[in-house]
């Protein structure tokens, strides 16, 4: 099955208002999602007999924003950020890629994490690969069974994937720099 | 400075404890738990209830320093991964740089890549067999296990100068082509009985070390594999589901020793599973005709025996890529240059590494650096069903459990 006909099985079920885009322009193509639909959507890739997306390779979100004046001239993307799903079939050995595109901040306040629910009830996994997206990207999950940073200390402040991060200058009495 | 902890706070939760119940912390710097792996264990009396991983003691968020490097400078990090695999992440990572920039490499360095590689495989296979043997109270096998991995080391630092972080592996092939003669490594001289200042054709040596080898298999499996009390101590225990080892993303050893029939070197991608066309070799998966009566699907004992059996098909494609090395046509690398720009794309692919499948996610902007470049881990997920496996077991059974995901927690870290 090609990615072109999960895409049509996808806008079938669910309509494109759910199924924002199918891009195939690129070596791997993606179907991109809108993030209130994306656990409807999860279900039915695992579930369904055509695909059974059973596995959850990878599961991890990118900042879009260029920090570098000179870079951002080049620049293609707006601002926003994005989590990627990698998904896996193992019956059908299927490959797909499903992205979200969030907001950088939730209502443009800055500090406030962006929102996405959770797949973390559709794949096992979710719950720790969404626990990392959250320390490292800051994004929320809403219906997590458990938020908290898993790599970084529970302390930490700021999410050090995100590309106007700062390093901290001081940690209990170290020294950052 | 005081602080009052509120009921809501996540660390009340966490400690909420029950009468009889007892909260044991094993780690991280317990000896068994192979690194920094602080293991949170809920336990009534022996029996465990809970089991909540805590990991980062070793993070060094080498993601974002790969956003800051062109992929060739953060090789190096990707040894700093799974230190015991380093060839293997190399690999891993060289490969989706290709596939992001559309590089075909040569047949010798495929054909230099798969003998590495599985020798590699080879050395970190020997080092989750001794370790594990070590978790469950039996020394022997360990010294046995570090007496070969030492030679496959010896081998690695005369092909690139290095014995455990290797960077030998980079986009656009090896780094250079294997050597012609080398001398045999003292382990083995001594071992074979020959003089250690004797210079022999690199792929005799490799030959010499493999048919020594071998049968050595089988005395791991008489000393540990069919011994009575290792038996004991990992059949029928840590049962792992085919469900659940799939819901979890488990990958590797860890998802063929419950029953998947999946090794990327034969479902990959094709820019991966080409390198391993015209190779001749199984995929060992669980259940096993031969296991003890007490072994059943997705225990310890089973994801230890994929493990083995999987040297002995690594030892079978490191001949055949040996016959075909002399023939093997084009260079053993094409240049890539630090500055070369990469494209406005983005890819994904795994690799089978000896742990697990590891996967490279690259987003290229235009830049010679990554935009995003994120490393998922297999021991990631294979650690993740630690409470699962352990559920009522007891405490003594938690190191046999974990140690039998073989994880690594440079690679879980990152």
Redesign the interface.
């Known amino acids: 099955m090609t990615i072109e006909e999960i895409h049509q099985l996808l806008v079938d079920e669910f309509g494109s208002d759910a199924i924002l885009a199918l891009v195939t322009d690129r070596i791997d193509p993606w179907i991109e999602v809108a993030p209130s639909s994306i656990v409807d959507v999860s279900v039915f890739l695992h579930d369904d007999d055509r695909l059974r997306f059973e596995h959850l390779n990878n599961l991890c979100g990118v900042d879009y924003l260029e920090p570098d004046a000179k870079k951002a001239k080049t620049f293609e993307h707006e601002p926003h950020l994005q989590v990627v799903y990698h998904l896996q079939s193992y019956v059908h050995k299927l490959r797909c890629v499903v992205k979200v595109k969030l907001p950088r901040w939730k209502d443009d306040v800055e500090g406030e994490l962006p929102e996405c629910p959770s797949v973390s009830s559709v794949w096992e996994i979710a719950d720790w690969h969404e626990r990392e997206c959250y320390d490292l990207v800051g994004i929320r999950f809403t219906g997590h069974p458990n938020l908290r940073r898993i790599l970084c200390p529970e302390d930490w402040v700021g999410h050090p994937l995100r590309k106007d991060y700062e390093m901290p200058l001081e940690y209990h009495g170290i020294r950052g720099k | 400075m005081s602080t009052v902890v509120q009921e809501t706070d ?2 009340v939760i966490e400690f909420d404890v029950r009468t009889d119940e007892m909260l044991v912390n094993m780690g991280p710097q317990h000896p068994s738990t192979h690194g920094v792996l602080r293991l949170l264990l809920r336990t009534d009396g022996e029996v465990v209830h809970e089991v909540t991983p805590h ?2 003691y070793l ?1 060094r ?1 080498a ?2 320093i790969g956003e800051n490097l062109s992929p060739p400078q953060w090789i190096p990090y990707t040894d700093r991964m799974d230190y015991l695999a380093g060839m293997n992440m190399n690999l891993g990572f060289s490969l989706a740089v290709e ?2 920039v559309g590089m075909e490499v040569p047949e010798k360095a495929m054909v230099v890549r798969v003998l590495i590689a599985e020798l590699g495989r080879i050395a970190s296979h020997l080092v989750g067999m001794g370790a594990y043997g070590l978790d469950l109270g039996s020394f022997s096998p360990f010294l046995y296990a570090f007496r070969e991995r030492e030679i496959i080391l010896d081998l690695f630092e005369e092909v690139c100068g290095a014995r455990l972080t290797y960077s030998y592996i980079t986009p656009g092939g090896v780094t250079h082509d294997l050597p012609a003669e080398i001398d045999i490594p003292p382990g083995l001289a001594a071992l074979t009985g020959r003089k250690p200042t004797e210079r022999r054709p690199f792929l005799e040596v490799v030959e010499m070390f493999l048919s020594w080898l071998e049968p050595r298999i089988k005395e791991y499996h008489t000393l540990l594999t069919r011994n009575a009390i290792f038996v004991r101590r990992t059949a029928n225990l840590g049962i792992l589901s085919r469900d ?1 080892a ?4 488990c990958t590797g050893p860890v998802l063929r020793g419950s029953g ?1 029939d ?1 090794d990327l070197r034969r ?1 990959g ?1 094709p820019i991966y599973t080409r390198m391993y066309d015209g190779y001749e070799f199984e995929v060992p998966v669980a259940p096993f005709d031969d296991a003890p009566r007490v072994a059943v699907l997705g225990d310890n004992w089973c994801r230890f025996y994929v493990r083995m059996m999987e040297v002995v098909q690594a030892i079978r494609l490191v001949r055949q890529a040996m016959e075909k090395y002399p023939t093997a046509e084009g260079e053993a690398r094409i240049p890539y240059k630090l500055s070369n720009k990469l494209p ?5 692919l ?1 690799t089978e590494c000896p742990r697990g ?1 590891m ?1 490279f ?1 690259l ?1 290229g ?3 010679a650096e990554p ?2 470049a ?1 490393a ?1 881990s297999s021991c ?2 294979n650690l ?1 069903v630690t409470h699962d496996i352990s559920r009522a077991t007891l405490l003594a059974d938690i190191p046999a459990n974990v140690g039998s995901l073989d994880i690594v927690m440079g690679e879980i ?2």
Do not use: M, P, S
Not at chain 2, 246 to 249: H, K, L, M, Q
């Open positions: 996540q660390r990991i980062g993070h968020c993601e974002k596939k992001l659940q799939v819901g979890f993303g998947v999946w479902d991608e406005n794309d983005e890819c994904y795994e499948a996967g996610y987003v902007t235009g830049n935009f995003r994120r998922k990631f997920c993740a870290d990152r």
